[in-house]
Structure formats: structure tokens, C-alpha cells
């Protein structure tokens, strides 16, 4: 899979394909319904098929630190969005240059002059140029005068109820890992490089992997079961996010303690997958309680791999 930044990076050779747009976080089952649909398109009509997705995301760019939080970092969709088998991803800075472009500049420097999309597939409801004045009608009768076809995105339903980003997000933020599961259609994991921290819990006797997030907010906050891959290792454990407020904590941080492993992973990129919800992030009146529920938890935790499930308190 090719990942393109920016328009600026297209070339002839990327002109003619099947195309669709949107944020794409999470990749989750909805999002992988309109893929399927993008990839059937393009081996009917020979034509290689393009994602195109923004960074920041709009919602961050207008909404800065009030935004929700991601599913998923920008490495981990495009990852997803490679696993899916489309060919291209096109990432466009949604910068104010982009957000002053009009509906007409979208379609022609974009759509016709980029990528000289022959079909594409957007959601009835997608708005884009200045203040959001194009959408999905004027794409169809702007297909009609310049010869691409434009179709509406399938949807796709769990219990009812339409798969999206903010559903996957409300069932995270509420500890419901199954049906977040379920939605995106896979355990919900966070990634990234194990970083240097304050080695508060070699301190403690509870040694932990530093997992850095960046500015990715990660929807779940507190203590959870977890399995924890990469660098060459499978491990169950224990995990704490959050902002530590025992230690004064300024920036949110997930601390992972593998139960079985000895050996140094500063630098190496893990998975942390989340199994089960254990308690709240809270603040104790020292270290020494700290530790007391630490051990707790880690027992606590240690039950549930060995029986599968949480016992309630």
C-alpha cells in the first residue's frame, strides 16, 4: 500500500481510481463495510483504490483539546486501512488553506485534477469546502458533468444500531470492552514505543512499561486486565491510565505491568489490548497505599486470567 501526504505528492500516475473519504478512526466495521464496497468497485473496473483520510482530524482542528478522544493513532489506521487491502491513502493536512477551500476547488483540485476519481463513495450526510456548503448532492451532479459516478456509503448495524466512531467511543469511555469489541470488530488495543518514566513502579517492586501515547487521548481511563505484544513477546498483565494523581501526575500515561517478563523494552513498540475493566483511577494518600492496592489489583487481575472473568467487589 502506497500512503501519499498531501496533494502536492500526486502524481499522473495516481490519476484514475476508485475513491472514498472520511476520518476512518477506529477502522472499525462500518468503516470496513465501505471498503469492501470501494474494493469490489475497483476490481470490477480494473482501477486501484484510494482512501482518503485527514491529519489532524477536523473535529481536532476546530475543537483543539476539546475534541473526542481517537480511536486510533495515525499509524495504527493506516495500518488497519493496509490490512483492509486498498491500495492507496491519500492524507490531506487539514490545515486553514484546506478548510478555506470552496466545494468547487475541493472537487476539481482534488477529485478531477488529483486523482481524477472515476467512482466514489461518500455518505449522504458528508458536508466539505468552506463552511461545509458542498454535499452529497452537489457531488452526484458534479459526477454527472464531469464523468465519475458518485454512490452512497452501506451502513452496517450491530443490534440494531448503526456501527460508528462515537457509538465505539460511548462504549469505551463507559468500560463496555465486549461491545466495543464487537463494533470494531476486533479486541480494542493502543500502541506504541515503551519510553523512559519516573521508574516509580521498579520503586514499588511492580516494574512497568511506559507506553508513550503522544497527544493521542486514549478513551479509557483507569485499571484493566490486558495482553501486551510486540518486540518478540506475549504477556498478560496489568495496565493503569491515566494521570496518576497520587504522584501529582500533569500528563496522561499508561503503564503496563507484564507478570512474566524480565528484561528491557525501552524503545520497542508494543500492543496493549484491554480485557477487562478493574476499578477507577483513584488517588491514595501515599505510596504505601499505593502499593497495598497495586497488589490488590494485581491478584485481582491474575484471578481473572485464570477464571476469565472479573469478580464483582
Not at 476490481?43 to 482512501?51: G, K, M, S
Not at 485527514?54 to 493496509?82: C, I, N, S, W
Not at 477551500?101 to 469546502?129: I, K, P
Not at 508513550?212 to 479509557?220: A, D, I, K, N, S
Amino acid at each position: 500500500m502506497e500512503l501519499i501526504r498531501g496533494l502536492h505528492n500526486l502524481r499522473d500516475k495516481h490519476k484514475g481510481c476508485v475513491a472514498t473519504i472520511g476520518n476512518f478512526d477506529g477502522v472499525h466495521l462500518g468503516h470496513q463495510q465501505v471498503l469492501a464496497q470501494v474494493l469490489r468497485k475497483g476490481a470490477e473496473l480494473e482501477l486501484p483504490t484510494v482512501v482518503i483520510i485527514f491529519e489532524p482530524q477536523p473535529r481536532e482542528f476546530f475543537g483543539g483539546d476539546k475534541a473526542p478522544p481517537r480511536l486510533t493513532r495515525f499509524d495504527e489506521k493506516v495500518r488497519l486501512l493496509r490490512e483492509q487491502g486498498v491500495d492507496r491513502v491519500l492524507c490531506l493536512t487539514f490545515n486553514e488553506r484546506l478548510r478555506s477551500m470552496t466545494a468547487d476547488e475541493f472537487v476539481h483540485d482534488l477529485l478531477l485534477n488529483g486523482l481524477a476519481v472515476q467512482h466514489f463513495v461518500v455518505g449522504d450526510d458528508f458536508r466539505f469546502g468552506c463552511d461545509r456548503s458542498g454535499d452529497y448532492n452537489m457531488l452526484r451532479q458534479s459526477g454527472e458533468r464531469y464523468g465519475f459516478s458518485v454512490v452512497n456509503t452501506e451502513t452496517y448495524d450491530v443490534m440494531g444500531e448503526r456501527v460508528s466512531s462515537s457509538r465505539i467511543r460511548k462504549a469505551l469511555l463507559n468500560n463496555e470492552l465486549e461491545l466495543a469489541g464487537q463494533l470494531l470488530g476486533r479486541p480494542y488495543r493502543v500502541s506504541g514505543r515503551v519510553m523512559y518514566g519516573q521508574q516509580l513502579g521498579r520503586q514499588l517492586g511492580v516494574p512497568t512499561a511506559n507506553v508513550r501515547m503522544h497527544r493521542f487521548p486514549c478513551p479509557l481511563t483507569g485499571v484493566y486486565a490486558v495482553t501486551v505484544t510486540g518486540a518478540g513477546i506475549s504477556e498478560q498483565g496489568i495496565c493503569n491510565v491515566g494521570m496518576r494523581p497520587t504522584v501529582n501526575g500533569t500528563q496522561p500515561v499508561l503503564e503496563a505491568h507484564l507478570f512474566d517478563f524480565e528484561g528491557d523494552l525501552y524503545g520497542q513498540l508494543l500492543s496493549v489490548e484491554f480485557k477487562a475493566y478493574i476499578r477507577p483511577e483513584q488517588k491514595f494518600e501515599g505510596l504505601d497505599k499505593l502499593k497495598q492496592q497495586i497488589e490488590t489489583d494485581i491478584k485481582q487481575v491474575r484471578d481473572y486470567f485464570l477464571a476469565g472473568a472479573v469478580k464483582a467487589k
